[in-house]
Nanobody, 115 residues
């Protein structure tokens, strides 16, 4: 099992930046998949950026070149730097970890991109 706590969301103007953090309650070194999903009002939850098989990364096409996922195993934390934010990035961002084929989710952090 693992508990995940997100932070770093907020209100930002278009073109701005935010950095999200996901603090895990245990070591993330051996977690198969860990990363970020988001859910906008009235839409399904979608993958944003994840680590798979430890170090491989996968990004949604809509965020490639703007978002960067990173990790600090010593701090049990995964980050996501979000640059050049757009109004369509507005959503609740959830941290996810897949352990032994079970998915664990954080409560989410709101990101609002608006002028």
């Amino acid at each position: 099992q693992v508990q995940l706590v997100e932070s770093g969301g907020g209100l930002v103007q278009p073109g701005g930046s935010l950095k999200l953090s996901c603090q895990a309650s245990r070591s993330i070194f051996s977690i198969y998949s860990m990363g970020w999903y988001r859910q906008a009002p009235g839409k399904q939850r979608e993958l944003v950026a994840v680590f798979t098989s430890g170090s491989r990364t996968n990004y949604a096409d809509s965020v490639k070149g703007r978002f960067t996922i990173s990790r600090d195993n010593a701090k049990n934390t995964v980050y996501m730097q979000m640059n050049n934010l757009k109004p369509e990035d507005t959503a609740v961002y959830h941290c996810n970890a897949e352990i032994d084929r079970r998915n664990y989710w954080g409560q989410g952090t709101q990101v609002t991109v608006s002028a």
